[in-house]
């Protein structure tokens, strides 16, 4: 099984940037798809971004971030990484990575932990 862990949330200003990760360990071959998700308080949990561990490392934003955040990932290191510049209040929300594996038929879910992002106006 993989397991998820993100990092990198804190407290920043509006305008400034943050990066996040999320390292995977167990058995990271089995990895598909890494998504960035956000939950606010009071709001559905939502996507951020997402990338296809394999076949060209594929990407997808939500409108929102497009220009401001970017997905990234770095293989050797199973860390995948996003990136968020000019960064608003809007933005605060605990960022959770998941991760869509399959090994063989069985296709499975993770989910991180979560981090905390405050942007201050």
């Known amino acids: 099984q993989v397991q998820v862990v993100e990092s990198g949330g804190g407290l920043v200003q509006a305008g400034g940037s943050l990066r996040l990760s999320c390292a995977a360990s167990g058995n990271p071959f089995d990895i598909n798809t890494v998504g960035w998700y956000r939950q606010a308080p009071g709001n559905q949990r939502e996507l951020v971004a997402e990338i296809r561990i394999t076949k060209g490392g594929t990407t997808n934003y939500a409108d929102s971030v497009k220009g401001r955040f970017t997905i990234s990932r770095d293989n050797a290191k199973n860390t995948v990484y996003l990136q968020m510049n000019s960064l608003k209040p809007e933005d605060t929300a605990v960022y959770y990575c998941?991760?869509?594996?399959?090994?063989?038929?069985?296709?499975?879910?993770?989910w991180g932990q979560g981090t905390q992002v405050t942007v201050s106006s």
């Open positions: 998941k991760a869509e594996c399959s090994r063989w038929v069985h296709t499975y879910v993770v």
